[in-house]
């Protein structure tokens, strides 16, 4: 398995501002990756991190709205810029260890 | 997109009861996971699925990848209390996305009964 860390766990934002989430894990990892989870709703991917190259993003997602960082190999970050209220979700990084990934606890932002 | 089609939605348990739930797919997939969340958490792997036709057992559940690799399902066995919580299915491969890339089912949500 993996040992996977998050800041900040929660937030309450104000839209148009923008919000830094960071992943650790506890050891490296090749692929890195970025989900988002609506209230009461399954969890969509928004991005593939891998480091040193430009994170892969999936249909709905763009880069000005999710800016991602990769480092090195044992951490990640997301940004969610401009936020408005449809923002409000639990954002989720997970990892991949095989062919198995294993997710983060999850940071919960709201945005009034 | 690639969709799975989880169910049931929701069920109430007894303790003591055996809960069984499946997922579904118009695509093929080569790794099946399940997953459980519990409030407040991110989600815990279960049982993880390589090929068609594998039973696999973990405790009390038992999962099975489907011979068409298009469906999966996951039994519990003499639930129990801490059982609650929402179960996800999950599979990746074959489908023309990206390796590594998951698409969830939207959830199973088990509650006990009141």
């Known amino acids: 398995s993996a040992v996977i860390s998050q800041k900040p766990s929660r937030d309450i934002c104000q839209r148009g501002t923008s919000l830094t989430i960071q992943c650790q894990v506890d050891?490296?990892?090749?692929?890195m990756f970025w989900y988002r989870q609506q209230p009461g709703q399954s969890l969509t991917l928004i991005a593939t991190?891998?480091?040193?190259?430009?994170?892969?993003?999936e249909s709905g997602f763009v880069i000005d709205k999710f800016p991602i960082s990769r480092p090195n190999l044992t951490f990640s970050t997301l940004t969610v810029s401009n936020m408005s209220p449809e923002d409000s979700s639990i954002y989720l990084c997970?990892?991949?260890?095989?062919?198995?990934?294993?997710f983060g606890p999850g940071t919960r932002l709201t945005v009034l | 997109g690639q969709q799975l089609n989880q169910s049931p939605q929701s069920m109430f348990i007894q303790e003591g009861e055996d809960v069984s739930m499946n997922c579904t797919s118009s695509?093929?997939?080569?790794?099946w996971l399940w997953y459980k969340q519990d409030p407040g958490e991110g989600p815990v792997l279960l049982i993880a699925?390589?090929?068609?036709?594998e039973l696999t057992s973990n405790g009390r559940l038992t999962a099975q990848f489907g011979i068409t690799r298009k469906d999966s399902f996951l039994n519990i066995s003499a639930s129990i209390p801490s059982d609650v919580g929402i179960y996800f299915c999950?599979?990746?491969?074959?489908?023309?996305?990206?390796?590594?890339?998951?698409?969830f089912g939207k959830g199973t949500k088990l509650s006990v009964k009141p």
């Open positions: 997970s990892v991949e260890r095989g062919y198995e990934q294993f």
């Open positions: 050891s490296q990892v090749t692929m």
């Open positions: 991190a891998n480091q040193g190259s430009e994170a892969t993003y």
């Open positions: 695509s093929i997939f080569n790794t």
């Open positions: 699925l390589y090929k068609a036709g």
């Open positions: 999950a599979g990746s491969g074959d489908y023309g996305g990206s390796q590594g890339n998951l698409i």
